[in-house]
């Protein structure tokens, strides 16, 4: 089977899980971002979190992260910043103040007011996805926008982890494009795990 045709199939079954999980157990979301907020305050108390931390704006079904704001930035007094995608593949990420979000290239509210940041400006990236394996490589929507910023030398070393229920962890390798990088783990609803090296 082609690798287009078997990850179209793929994200139809991930797409399917992830809404199933979500009917199942309607504090799933919360769960999640529990965990990815014990991440970030655990780093943060060892002082690793100097600059922006990357969140998501989300589409339907994926996990709200931006529900952390407040207490990311009002007690832990961190930055945040949200991606933008210019609607022809490229990706980049902006402060996220107070200003009002304005529509991207692809239709997601981003802080388009702000200038974009560079790799070493941020700390943390959180993405979401249908799905990831347990090497790291992770399943997105097909429009390429973060493997191509993070197939950059500097992008690629900015910490990164995939955000997803439990669900959506694939116990099988998932199919991998020569310009995939594989991100440093994921958090679900059972906590954070990073890839073993």
């Known amino acids: 089977m082609p690798m287009n045709t078997c990850k179209r199939e793929l994200r139809r079954l991930y797409r399917q899980r992830r809404s199933q999980a979500l ?3 309607p504090n799933l979301q919360a769960g999640v971002a529990q965990q990815v907020l014990g991440a970030i305050r655990a780093r943060h108390a060892l002082s690793s979190l100097q ?3 990357g969140l ?3 589409l339907p079904g994926e996990v709200d992260l931006t529900v952390l704001r407040p207490c990311l930035v009002e ?3 961190l930055t945040l910043a949200l991606p ?3 609607g022809q593949g490229h990706l980049s990420y902006h402060p996220w103040g107070t200003e009002p979000l304005i529509d991207d290239g692809c239709g997601i509210p981003a802080p388009l007011n702000q200038p974009p940041l560079t790799a070493d ?4 990236l959180l993405v979401p996805a249908l ?3 347990r090497d790291g490589v992770r399943l997105g929507y097909g429009g390429g926008y973060y493997d191509r910023l993070r197939a950059q030398p500097l992008w690629c070393e900015v910490p990164a982890l ?3 229920p439990d669900a959506c962890i694939s116990p099988e390798r998932l199919p991998r494009d020569p310009w995939d990088r594989p991100f440093d783990g994921w958090a679900s609803e059972r906590g954070v795990c990073k890839v073993e090296e």
């Open 56 to 58: 998501y704006w989300p």
């Open 162 to 164: 995939v955000v997803l």
């Open 121 to 124: 400006q941020l700390d943390l």
């Open 75 to 77: 007690e832990l007094r």
């Open 131 to 133: 799905a990831v394996d």
């Open 84 to 86: 933008a995608a210019d």
């Open 51 to 53: 600059g922006y931390i």
């Open 23 to 25: 009917r199942d157990n």
